[in-house]
């Protein structure tokens, strides 16, 4: 069992940053695969970026890559997302998701996930 904690998120103007983190609680994270998503209101959740238990391959949507960058430090069982050159069309509840896996990969479909946390309200004004 593991407990997952989004933070980092607000209101940030078009074209600036803000770094989301997932703490995990409940036991080491490094096990783990984890990725984000996102909901926009009136919209079905999507993928967002995807990182292996071990940090050492990563994917991103399409609509986000080269703006968003998914990392970890599974010293402190957290997960970031650094969001970079924000957009309007970007603002959502951004939720992480854990998976525990024996495996080197990553996941990107929400199916493949079985720990969410609460999301946390990404609000990007134009």
């Known amino acids: 069992q593991v407990q997952l904690v989004e933070s980092g998120g607000g209101l940030v103007q078009a074209g600036g940053s803000l770094r989301l983190s997932c703490a995990a609680s409940?036991?080491?994270?490094?096990?783990?695969?984890v990725g984000w998503f996102r909901q926009a209101p009136g919209k079905e959740r999507e993928f967002v970026a995807a990182?292996?238990?071990?940090?050492?391959?990563?994917a991103n949507a399409d609509s986000v890559k080269g703006r968003f960058t998914i990392s970890r430090d599974n010293a402190k069982n957290t997960v970031y997302l650094q969001m970079n050159s924000l957009k309007p069309e970007d603002t959502a509840v951004y939720y992480c998701a854990a998976r525990n896996t024996l495996s080197y990969t990553y996941y990107t479909q929400e199916n493949e996930y079985n720990y969410w946390g609460q999301g946390t309200q990404v609000t990007v004004s134009s």
């Open positions: 409940g036991r080491s994270f490094s096990t783990f695969a």
């Open positions: 990182i292996t238990r071990s940090g050492g391959s990563a």
